[in-house]
């Protein structure tokens, strides 16, 4: 039996802000994750940290939202975010009056915009189309969720918080018209356990409705689904951003050693489906090739889809018109006290979601700490004289990036076993600059169950290779660690990474392919489960 | 110059091609940009390794007559087949790399996924027979090479050979400093005396009655090295296939590179064919791009070994519309729509994009969905050639060997 005060269902963006925010003002609180962190819109979107000029015409208060937090996280969240500004480019068959709302839009929201000429727009993004008519820097980021969420979780424990990944909510235990506790379960193992708490926050996102279903309510959600695809390299080093009513593929995100376009809007019943369609590719493309030229040249690493969880009130708009804002639901007027659903938003605004629901959850327990999550930073930075000291055993080029994913703690260990072993010294992935030893450190955390969590928590795997070299290795260290069985880690891990290929399989990606195929059906023979 | 034959792509199936020719007679042009996959496959000749439902074939020269009609392989005939593997089996014999096997049976190959797969012909050090006979099995590993995991091995073997004692043993030889080794920087290694003695005494202690040791493709980028090094050993070691860089993989082709030369072949290096000249149903020329001109090179007939989509010979630009970039020959594919993409990579049947190749009549010339010709003296061997999972079916270097032994007889009867 599990004794907490909150229990938090939903391992998203929004649910580990109010982890760490409860956390931080004292209160007992676990959350619990169905699959790992950030398995759903949180991580299966852009990674654009918004400036708030995509809203600056459609919601003036999101979008002030946007650049208020957007300054925040910059602070607070350094290793998270690559501030690389942003773009907004229009384009000669864009409409020239939303141009001028949009920039009354930014004036209005308090988001800074500086108007540069054409000519220099394609200075900074040489790849941009020359059909550009005008163009402005605002400040957008991009921000890695991943690493975000996980460095909320590191210091939420630091204050007492605890997570639990792989574990679903089964059941809402109630007793009288209150929160009593819930009936939890590890899908991994199958083991179930009760939780007595007092009060229950569903942050489960495109699955809030499902949640809130377990209690007997009943929450309006839409899941929305937003495909995106992911090219082998920096196209551009800034956001880039059409300048027009916001629509489908107009998005460009440098994000560590690749670029994202996105987005599509499709409503879907399950926010589990996440499969990406070539129609949706090639309207991404169609789109895309408009605003950098030559487009279709590019490598493809693969197509990835998210739900949007949109908020709908019994009446209210749908799909892109919905809302990007948040609601916080007391089920008490429903005749459930303790229980609390959050719903809506979206990832630049999630510490304000986290700070609005956590204020609720004081007010109800009586608790009277304010909130300090805009002020502390997520984690403390490696020292440069950690890193100068570093620098003797890390690979050229990977103390910085490692610096960044693995914060002060885990950085020190692996700097110590880079020095003890030289074997660890070996960089299983070269796509992403990670040496064995940082892969040995987090492989060996209680959170790591599958190559793919690794992934998500080092970026192995992430980048041009998309596994087809790291994998093998990430296999052989899983099995020595007593991780799992290798081929079966390794025939997962494939067949994960092609889940993202099949929907692009066209040129250089369709030669990867055979590549993926050569080495892991005909060099190691996996394919065969007998 | 006017040639007898021009080849275009530099894999398996036109250095094959080209020297077919040029034994025969045959004045010959090779052009080439890349280097073909054999870096990339290990060099082992994979014939037929599983059927349709992904069972192992036991005897690939039987089981030729039960694959689809679509199959290369039906085109080409077992004679044709029969004929490659003594054509190879006598080249690589003469130019000191041997290959064993028969085309009745298959040899198994450990992996270094710890798994076996079954091929065809594969030299010595990756015949992997010693280790089904022995009682005791070694995974060995060096110390800083990355890619082959003795332990992961070890592991995994047990699930094929329960009854048998695998161990694993690291050897520090002491090479590489600090920094990471592949196995063709251990292989180079190994060639020098010193360090192969090294090898050998470090392993000695672990030789015993009916043991046999098994590792990554290091045993020597001289075909020498492994025999040499097996016999000081006293006990079998055996390579196994695995990532690329594949040591044997760039044997097998450093002998073909010499066998060029002394064929007195025209080879045209780091040249890519862009364009193609006909008259009616005849090629008359391709045209190559180099860094710095083009050429175009006349020939009376043509052969096509640019590969599928790993090689350029087939490209896909854009969904459904794939297309042959020298001289726009049909292609044949089966088309996928959304309700119908390839979403397992291992789904247990052959992939149908990996299907998508050149339609040939039975000489191995191209033809149109209709089945009418479309050049007269123009040839497709290799992965161009479509109907075929080489990827499923452990099958690629078969066909690259019996398409050219096909192509280089037809298309000198042209003369």
Not at chain 1, 273 to 293: P, Q
Not at chain 1, 491 to 507: D, M, S, Y
Not at chain 2, 84 to 109: C, M, N, S
Not at chain 2, 172 to 179: C, E, F, N, P, V
Request: charged residues 25%; glycine residues 10%.
């Amino acid at each position: 039996m599990e004794k907490t005060d909150v229990l938090i269902v939903g391992g998203g963006v929004t649910g580990v802000g109010i982890l760490r925010d409860l956390s931080m003002r004292g209160v007992p609180t676990l959350l619990i994750e169905k699959a790992d962190l950030m398995n759903g819109a949180s991580s299966r979107y852009h990674g654009l940290l918004h400036s708030g000029g995509r809203y600056a015409v459609k919601d003036r208060a999101a979008a002030r939202e946007c650049i208020e937090e957007n300054k925040i996280l910059r602070r607070i969240g350094a290793a998270c975010v690559e501030p690389t500004e942003g773009l907004f480019v229009r384009l000669d068959v864009d409409d020239d009056a939303y141009e001028e709302q949009w920039i009354v839009g930014c004036q209005k929201s308090g988001i800074p915009f500086k108007e540069i000429t054409p000519d220099e727009a394609r200075t900074l993004e040489p790849r941009l189309t020359d059909k550009i008519v005008s163009a402005y820097v605002v400040p957008d980021a991009s921000i890695d969720g991943f690493r975000c969420a996980w460095q909320n979780i590191d210091s939420a424990k630091r204050y007492g918080g605890r997570a639990k990944t792989y574990t679903e909510l089964v059941d809402v235990l109630q007793t009288g018209g209150e929160v009593t506790g819930a009936r939890i379960k590890n899908v991994l193992t199958g083991a179930e356990e009760f939780v007595d708490c007092k009060i229950i926050v569903n942050a489960a996102g495109a699955w809030a409705g499902k949640i809130a279903a377990k209690a007997g309510l009943n929450v309006g959600v839409q899941p929305d689904k937003g495909s995106l695809i992911v090219f082998n390299s920096r196209l551009v080093t800034h956001i880039v951003n059409r300048l027009h009513k916001s629509s489908d593929g107009d998005i460009f995100v440098p994000c560590g050693s690749v670029t994202i376009l996105g987005t599509t809007s499709v409503a879907v019943d399950d926010p589990e489906d996440t499969r990406v369609t070539r129609a949706e590719v090639e309207r991404l493309l169609t789109i895309g090739e408009k605003m950098l030229v030559n487009l279709r040249e590019y490598r493809i690493l693969r197509a990835f889809a998210g739900s949007r969880p949109l908020y709908l009130p019994t009446g209210g708009e749908k799909g892109r018109s919905a809302s990007r804002g948040f609601a916080i639901i007391d089920h008490a007027a429903e005749g459930l006290a303790g229980m609390l659903t959050i719903v809506g938003g979206k990832f630049t605004t999630y510490r304000l979601m986290a700070e609005k629901m956590s204020d609720k959850v004081c007010e109800i327990l009586g608790v009277t700490v304010p909130c300090r999550t805009a002020t502390e930073p997520l984690t403390e930075d490696v020292s440069s004289d950690a890193k100068h000291r570093a620098r003797k055993y890390f690979p050229a080029y990977g103390v910085e990036r490692a610096a960044e994913r693995l914060g002060k703690e885990r950085f020190q260990k692996v700097t110590e076993l880079l020095q003890r072993d030289d074997n660890s010294r070996k960089l299983l992935c070269e796509c992403e600059n990670v040496t064995r030893a940082e892969i040995a450190v987090v492989a060996a955390e209680d959170t790591i169950h599958s190559l793919g969590d690794l992934r998500r928590r080092t970026r192995i795997g992430m980048g041009t290779c998309q596994g087809n070299f790291c994998t093998l290795r990430n296999a052989a260290l899983f099995a020595e660690i007593g991780k799992g069985d290798p081929l079966v880690e390794m025939r997962k891990n494939i067949r994960e990474r092609f889940k993202g290929v099949h929907p692009v399989l066209i040129g250089k990606t369709l030669r990867e392919a055979e590549m993926t195929r050569a080495i892991y059906e005909l060099a190691f023979n996996i394919a065969d489960e007998n | 110059m006017k040639q007898d034959v021009v080849v275009v792509g530099g894999g398996l199936s036109g250095f094959t091609a080209a020297l077919m020719c040029a034994e025969q007679g045959a004045a010959v042009t090779l052009i080439f940009a890349g280097a073909g996959t054999l870096p990339l496959s290990g060099g082992v000749i994979d014939v037929l390794g599983f059927d349709g439902q992904k069972r192992e074939v036991q005897n690939p020269a039987a089981a030729l007559s039960a694959l689809p009609s679509k199959h290369p392989y039906r085109k080409m005939g077992v004679e044709s087949l029969q004929g490659a593997i003594d054509w190879f089996k006598d080249f690589a014999a003469r130019y000191g790399h041997p290959y064993e096997g028969e085309l009745t049976t298959q040899i198994p190959v450990a992996t270094a996924a710890g798994t076996i797969k079954p091929t065809c012909l594969a030299p010595r050090s990756l015949n992997g027979s010693p280790l089904v006979a022995a009682k005791r099995i070694v995974v060995v590993g060096i110390v800083g090479l990355k890619d082959f995991y003795e332990r992961l091995v070890a592991a995994a073997l047990p699930k094929i050979f329960a009854d048998k004692e695998i161990t694993a043993v690291t050897v520090d030889l002491h090479i590489g400093g600090k920094r990471d080794m592949t196995m063709l920087d251990v292989a180079r290694r190994l060639d020098e005396p010193k360090t192969q003695e090294a090898f050998v005494n470090a392993l000695k202690p672990y030789v015993a009655n009916e043991t046999a040791f098994v590792t990554g493709q290091i045993l020597g980028m001289n075909s020498v090295t492994a025999v040499d090094t097996e016999e000081r050993l006293g006990a079998p070691i055996r390579e196994t296939t695995g990532l690329p860089p594949a040591v044997n993989g760039l044997r097998l082709a450093k002998i073909y590179e010499r066998a060029i030369i002394d064929a007195k072949i025209n080879t045209v290096r780091g040249a890519k064919v862009i364009a193609a000249k006909r008259d009616g149903r005849r090629i008359v020329s391709v045209t190559a791009k180099a860094a710095a001109r083009e050429n175009e090179y006349f020939a009376d007939a043509f052969i096509l070994a640019t590969g599928g989509f790993y090689g350029g010979g087939i490209v896909m630009e854009r969904f459904n519309e794939p297309y042959e970039p020298i001289f726009n020959l049909p292609v044949d594919f089966i088309a996928e729509t959304d309700d119908d993409l390839p979403t397992d990579i291992f789904a247990g049947v052959p992939q149908k994009f990996a299907l998508t190749g050149l339609m040939t009549d039975e000489h191995l010339r191209s033809i149109d969905g209709a089945g009418k010709l479309v050049a007269e003296n123009l040839f497709v061997v290799g992965k161009n050639l479509s109907g075929y999972d080489y990827c499923f079916e452990h099958s690629g270097n078969g066909v690259a060997l019996a398409s050219a032994y096909k192509a280089s007889h037809e298309c000198l009867c042209l003369k």
